[in-house]
């Protein structure tokens, strides 16, 4: 006999103030992470004084959320998401204060440390996408998450406009104008770490946990990459989740860093780079809800295959844009940001779907970490490449790894076990 899914009214009651929870922190957390995007490179900058090393701190960024993710995917293991996500967001709000340190003592090494903290916050908003499907039922998974996915969108559109604001708020200090974003990040951040704290209860992972182990599921907490390993390399559908979620992370993130400087070639003004970026964001988060939905509708591998199409138009169209501003550029910035929703929200539904319940957040955050690690080779991979080749070459690359993409949708077809799982179809 099946034991069905517990939907009893406590349970759904749980799940809607986990959801209500996860989006307020993380619109608030995701200021530290887009704060750091935003001014870190110019604050390396002005430390420096040359931009040859500048990139470095945006590096840092990515390189903590690929080494945060897996820590605290454990952490979550063991303790539940509430310690993991708090910790990862409490990190994150140290770094903010390094960075307003750093600028304060002019010090580059400090600022390198405190970027590195604010990827753990990358990595926490990251991981918060998976403790929204903790309880949620298996057709409603990819719509919870996606819902925490679009909270981002606050952090993502209000962080980079917070400079303005950010300087008159330094100046009340005595600080560098450049450090007063860092300082309003503290604040979002620290407020959101302490709603996550006080309102993310009970526990959505240790509560599900209760659930599985009382339908007599295995609950075993087992923690490592080598039995991450041991579980992925056993479901090929999982390591096609993961591959797509890395690559199309990849993909999207090679191109939009490399965009301004295409743009810039051209001789495109600030505020219309700044435009073609923030279409490019909407992309990416605006629609997460209805990306999630027809997820659950239409299933885990068509959304994959279409985000592997949506990959594909987008680098088409960018590769051909001339330097400087077009409208070409503009739709296929659009639609690099859809292309990854759509991969990100299709893979990560398909690697909860495949998973066991015990296995679900070492496996997430090896994902994770796999997707921090690819995007730092391929950001970095990115510059070399235009600088050697052109944007146009590195739009040919990016169109190749969105065809991996696309062999990622097909395994997730492809069942376990006589008949494939409806929502992975």
């Known amino acids: 006999m099946t034991v069905p899914e517990v939907t009893t009214p406590t349970t759904a009651a749980v799940q809607r103030n986990t959801i209500r929870t996860l989006v307020a922190g993380q619109a ?9 995007a935003a001014v870190a490179v110019l604050l390396a900058e002005q430390i420096l004084g040359s931009p040859a090393l500048a990139g470095l701190a945006q590096t840092a960024q990515v390189v903590g959320a690929a ?4 820590v605290l995917a454990r952490l979550m293991s063991a303790r539940g998401r509430r310690v993991g996500l708090v910790a990862g967001y409490g990190i994150g709000a140290l770094g903010t204060g390094l960075c307003v340190l750093a600028g304060v003592v002019s010090s580059f090494t400090a600022l390198l ?20 499907t903790d309880l949620a039922e298996p057709g409603g998974r990819a719509r919870a998450l996606a819902v925490v996915v679009w909270a981002t969108t606050l952090g993502a559109v209000v962080g980079p406009n917070l400079t303005g604001p950010g300087a008159v708020v330094a100046r009340w200090f005595g600080f560098p104008e450049i450090t007063g974003i860092f300082v309003l990040a503290f604040v979002a951040v620290a407020v959101g770490t302490g709603l996550l704290w006080l309102f993310l209860r009970p526990d959505p992972l240790l509560l599900a946990r209760e659930h599985a182990a009382a339908r007599g599921e295995d609950t075993t907490t087992r923690i490592g990459l080598r039995r991450v390993w041991a579980v992925v390399s056993e479901r090929p559908q999982a ?7 890395a690559v199309s992370h990849g993909v999207m993130l090679s191109v939009m860093v490399m965009t301004p ?9 600030l505020t219309v780079i700044g435009f073609v970026i923030s279409v490019h964001v909407l992309g990416m988060f605006a629609f997460s809800p209805l990306v999630g939905w027809l997820t659950d509708r239409l299933g885990r591998a068509p959304m994959l295959a279409a985000g592997s ?11 051909t844009a001339p330097e400087g501003h077009s409208v070409a550029l503009t739709v296929g910035l659009f639609l690099l940001g859809l292309g990854w929703s759509c991969s990100l929200i299709g893979g990560s539904a398909l690697l909860v779907d495949v ?9 997430q955050g090896a994902s994770d970490l796999v997707m921090g690690l690819f995007a730092a080779v391929a950001g970095a991979a990115g510059g070399a490449v235009v600088a050697f080749w ?15 993409v696309f062999g990622a949708a097909v395994v997730a077809r492809v069942p376990r076990s006589g008949a494939a799982s409806p929502q992975i179809q």
């Open 67 to 70: 080494a945060g993710a897996f």
């Open 390 to 404: 052109g944007f146009a070459v590195l739009n040919i690359a990016a169109g190749v790894l969105a065809l991996v």
């Open 113 to 132: 440390v405190g970027t590195f903290a604010i990827g753990w916050a990358t990595a926490a908003n990251s991981q918060a996408r998976y403790a929204a």
């Open 355 to 363: 998973v066991p319940f015990a296995e679900r957040p070492a496996t």
């Open 239 to 245: 390591i096609a989740a993961i591959v797509a979620i």
């Open 261 to 269: 400087v295409h743009m810039n070639n051209g001789g495109a003004e």
């Open 309 to 319: 199409v949506l990959l594909l138009a987008a680098v088409a169209l960018s590769g």
């Open 28 to 36: 608030l957390g995701g200021l530290a992470v887009t704060s750091g």
